[in-house]
């Protein structure tokens, strides 16, 4: 008894807004990346102690790389939590997050409004994904069967295909750094 009392009492993240602003470099969700893993303690508590608590936010742990990744029930946002740090590294919005960036786009804008919009955004060759320039976390990805295309059109200088986007990322800028300092972080 004492210890379901303690439980209760457990302060924390215990779901996610898909309605929040998508900010790179802060967060998305509700979420920002100042937050830890031990802020979702009561989420992660609660779901091994209550089996008949209706699930707001959906867990699974990659073994092989040893993340946590936090979802909501039907994938419109996703946390991956490094384990050994406790840090976000990468938030991921998807179909049904209707939270925007900070110039009006989101899940469902078209892609070439968002580039006309956006100077300094564009496709990376290195990575086959649009992001900005000074790289500030902020990755769209185009639809798998559009990539080779999209690649094509960068190359020879061509009109890329237009698609709605789908999904959404903000990397933590210290993640990015760590794994992708060679080739995201130009100088322009």
């Known amino acids: 008894m004492k210890a379901r009392r303690r439980i209760e009492k457990i302060k ?3 779901q996610f807004d898909i309605t929040a602003d998508i900010v790179p470099e802060i967060g998305a969700g509700g979420v920002t990346f100042k937050n830890v893993l031990t802020d979702f303690e009561y989420v992660l508590t609660n779901e091994l102690l209550n089996k008949k608590n209706q699930k707001v936010i959906e867990h699974t742990l990659d073994n092989e790389y040893l993340y946590l990744t936090l979802r909501t029930k039907n994938n419109e946002f996703k946390i991956e939590i490094d384990i050994f740090s406790g840090q976000i590294s990468s938030m991921v919005c998807e179909k049904g997050y209707q939270g925007k960036l900070l110039n009006g786009f989101g899940i469902g804008s078209k892609i070439s409004e968002l580039i006309k919009a956006e100077i300094n955004f564009g496709f990376d060759l290195d990575h086959n994904f649009f992001t900005r320039y000074p790289f ?3 990755v769209i990805y185009p639809p798998v069967k559009l990539v080779d295309k999209i690649y094509c059109a960068t190359i020879d200088g061509k009109i890329i ?3 709605k986007i789908e999904t959404i990322e903000i990397l933590s ?3 990015a750094k760590e794994h992708f300092n060679d080739t995201l972080f130009i100088e322009l």
Do not use: E, I, R, V
Request: negative net charge; aromatic residues 16%.
């Open 136 to 138: 500030d976390g902020l």
């Open 12 to 14: 924390g993240l215990t």
């Open 173 to 175: 800028m210290d993640f």
């Open 161 to 163: 295909p237009d698609f």
